[in-house]
């Protein structure tokens, strides 16, 4: 399902509907409400749903998640996690409308939200971690979507992130996280080159040494992602295997991308948006 924003829920339903497994495009919904509605029909039906990030499924973020299981830069402190890019305006575009749920959260900022998360959540040995505490700001477009927008979270363990997100601003689309021992950096977090696979690169600063982890990868990271969904379609299992997003991840990245639009002051988009759904 890779319609609009909007029409995520309503199609990924029909499908599920259908006898369809599921495959939907980031985000998985416009809100958690929606999110949760299109669970409880793959429950029902029995069918294999995953929402699309495919960063998850790139074995960089395999070779992450290990390091920070393992301790290696310590007790992590601090994620930062940004993605945004530049779009011209339209008012009218998928990207600066309100009515297809436009902005930089929804757009790209998901990705930065569900770094912190699968961060967090590997620093206490989890699959994932929810925020205690969200707050944010944001500059408006005069459509009411979000052209630049930041974001705190704090964890569970005192845990923090700094996530940033633009459609009105190209930035630095890394990862970084700073540990008690060390930190590590993610220069391609993203892994989103469609046509040629592209290989990871961690990089690790340790007691005044840094090493240059290389991950390679022989298919896209779309490749991955169809790979990890089909492996649980053909084990009759209803959700992939993390880190790619399980139901559980998926609910728990909904509710802090709903935290997050409404932190805003002043701001009535996640009012419109939760409107859609009516």
């Not at 029909?41 to 920070?68: D, S």
């Not at 998360?117 to 205690?132: N, Q, S, T």
């Not at 009411?144 to 700094?162: E, N, S, W």
């Not at 298919?219 to 991955?224: E, K, L």
């Amino acid at each position: 399902v890779s319609t609009p924003h909007p029409q995520h829920a309503e199609w990924s339903i029909k499908a599920i509907r259908a006898g369809k497994h599921v495959l939907c495009e980031k985000p998985f919904a416009l809100n958690w409400a929606e999110s949760m509605a299109v669970i409880e029909e793959a429950t029902l039906a029995g069918v294999t749903l995953m929402e699309a990030f495919m960063w998850r499924t790139h074995p960089q973020t395999a070779k992450l998640v290990e390091l920070i299981k393992a301790k290696t830069i310590g007790e992590v402190g601090l994620i930062q996690a940004a993605f945004g890019f530049k779009s011209g305006f339209n008012a009218e575009s998928r990207t600066w409308s309100n009515a297809l749920a436009g902005g930089g959260i929804m757009d790209v900022g998901c990705y930065a939200v569900s770094a912190a998360r699968l961060i967090a959540g590997a620093a206490v040995g989890k699959d994932f971690a929810d925020p205690e505490q969200v707050a944010g700001a944001a500059k408006l477009a005069e459509t009411g979507v979000d052209a630049v927008a930041v974001g705190t979270l704090k964890f569970p363990g005192g845990i923090l992130a700094q996530v940033s997100t633009a459609v009105g601003l190209n930035m630095e689309n890394v990862v970084r996280v700073f540990g008690s021992e060390g930190s590590i950096f993610l220069p391609n977090p993203w892994v989103a080159d469609r046509t040629n696979p592209p290989a990871g690169k961690i990089i690790v600063t340790k007691g005044g040494k840094t090493e240059e982890i290389d991950v390679p990868s022989k298919v896209t990271s779309f490749t991955h992602e169809i790979d990890a969904f089909g492996r649980a379609v053909m084990a009759k299992q209803q959700q992939a295997a993390a880190p790619a997003m399980t139901w559980d991840d998926t609910l728990g990245q909904a509710r802090t991308l709903d935290r997050w639009r409404q932190a805003e002051p002043g701001s009535d988009e996640a009012l419109v948006l939760a409107d859609l759904i009516h």
